[in-house]
T-cell receptor, first 115, second 116 residues
């Protein structure tokens, strides 16, 4: 089965500094990778996806992610963090190995941005 | 106008009871999902329907029974509730069912179930 791993439970960064939230993947075949954000007591919101093409994917709210095939990584980045970016971030991979396609999520990384 | 809406948002009930959660999407999508998020925030898929057909049924106790009366609605009925069923249940929808270009999921706000 396809899977993603998020090695950090929490990432702390000061407002204005760059942020990185890490994700590595394990897939057979071409990876279809996603990032979602969850604000407190809310559902998940789509940020961006990598299907094919440019390794740098731009998404919502100024976020971007870099696909690195040799390192099997898909790290989420933002050049300048905002306090309002504080939330739970999930990496996900599309898994086609079963009877139908589904998204399998990582364990989530809590991003805390402080003043 | 909410794209994926779930009711109720909060549900507190006793062990052994039966409860239902309803989900509706107005995006015109043909695939809907139920995900469970536990207290550690782990998200796990439970079921998926495509045009009223069950296409994903993960290892879930058969006390959980999904029903899709039409492609815009997906309900979840839970019999004989147990303490371990306490979680947030998310409904989601997507445009495509699978092997084509993968689309994003649109999530509802979640239904927090607490079993006492």
């Amino acid at each position: 089965a396809q899977s993603v791993a998020q090695p950090e439970d929490q990432v702390n960064v000061a407002e204005g500094n760059p942020l990185t939230v890490k994700c590595t993947y394990s897939v057979s075949g071409n990876p279809y990778l996603f990032w979602y954000v969850q604000y407190p007591n809310r559902g998940l919101q789509f940020l961006l996806k990598y299907i094919t093409g440019d390794n740098l994917v731009k998404g919502s709210y100024g976020f971007e992610a870099e696909f690195n095939k040799s390192q099997t990584s898909f790290h989420l980045k933002k050049p300048s963090a905002l306090v309002s970016d504080s939330a739970l971030y999930f990496c996900a991979v599309r898994d086609d190995t079963g009877t139908a396609s589904k998204l399998t999520f990582g364990t989530g990384t809590r991003l805390q941005v402080t003043l | 106008d909410t794209a994926v809406s779930q009711t109720p948002k909060y549900l507190v009930t006793q062990m052994g009871n039966d409860k239902s959660i309803k989900c509706e999407q107005n995006l015109g999508h043909d695939t809907m999902y139920w995900y469970k998020q536990d207290s550690k925030k782990f998200l796990k898929i439970m079921f998926s329907y495509n045009n009223k057909e069950l296409i994903i049924n993960e290892t879930v106790p058969n006390r959980f029974s999904p029903k899709s009366p039409d492609k815009a609605h997906l309900n979840l009925h839970i019999n004989s509730l147990e303490l371990g069923d306490s979680a947030v249940y998310f409904c989601a929808s997507s445009r495509n069912r699978g092997r084509g270009v993968p689309g994003e999921l649109f999530f509802g706000e979640g239904s927090r179930l607490t079993v006492l």
